[in-house]
């Protein structure tokens, strides 16, 4: 199974300020149709997941533009630019390229 | 609006069977893979089935294989996970989501496992 690594686990931020979290998996994410399929979740306190970002850099719609990702192949970033108040839950990295589906630890945003 | 229900959660024995169900509101199931993932308490996310649009392919995470069978009825709107031979490990919140990518899901359903 191809692991997926987050880190770091545990994020307070400054509210304002930018967060970053990483995403390393055991295995390339490419697809044999040339698409990287890596995807990012919010989960906050009480609420089901909710996808904020697939393949790789693809926002949602209705997620904020603060939010953003990047990556290829192995390695990957989820940034937000500026983190607000309602951003606090834990974040998820998700491959859908190989079988089977398989998610990042969490890492959990709190406010400083 | 377009939203997804899970529902048949409950406290069950070890060893016991349950059937959750997800129903699709305000889109058309059959337009959609579909997913089951759960979460333990305080834990993270497991995917733990996928089933394609015309039911022909079906995967399954190890740790449900054998015991899981996911289904779908595209005509009432709805994916099923039978779930027999459970253990206190598969204690956990049940997910649908739709998209092989996970694009949307339902509230979550609870499924205890105790003795």
């Known amino acids: 199974d191809v692991v997926m690594t987050q880190s770091p686990l545990s994020l307070p931020v400054t509210l304002g300020q930018p967060a970053s979290i990483s995403c390393r998996s055991t295995q390339s994410l490419v697809y044999s149709d040339g698409n990287t399929y890596l995807n990012w979740f919010q989960q906050r306190p009480g609420q089901s997941p909710r996808r904020l970002i697939y393949q790789v850099s693809n926002r949602d719609s209705e997620v904020p533009d603060r939010f953003s990702g990047s990556g290829s192949g192995t390695d990957f970033t989820l940034r937000i630019s500026r983190v607000e108040a309602e951003d606090v839950g834990v974040y998820y990295c998700m491959q859908d390229t190989h079988w089977p589906r398989t998610f990042g630890q969490g890492t959990k945003l709190e406010i400083k | 609006e377009e939203y997804l229900t899970e529902s048949g959660g409950a406290l069950v024995q070890p060893g016991g069977s349950l059937r959750l169900s997800c129903g699709a509101s305000?889109?058309?199931?059959?337009?959609?893979?579909m997913n089951w993932v759960r979460q333990a308490p305080g834990k993270g996310l497991e995917w733990i089935s996928y089933?394609?649009?015309?039911?022909?392919?079906?995967y399954y995470a190890d740790s449900v294989k054998g015991r899981f069978t996911i289904s779908r009825d595209n005509a009432e709107n709805s994916v099923f996970l039978q779930m027999n031979s459970l253990r206190d490990d598969d204690t956990a919140v049940y997910y649908c989501?739709?998209?092989?990518?996970?694009?949307?899901w339902g509230q979550g359903t609870l499924v205890t496992v105790s003795s």
């Open positions: 989501a739709r998209e092989g990518s996970l694009g949307m």
């Open positions: 305000g889109f058309p199931l059959d337009i959609y893979n």
């Open positions: 089933i394609s649009i015309t039911s022909n392919i079906i």
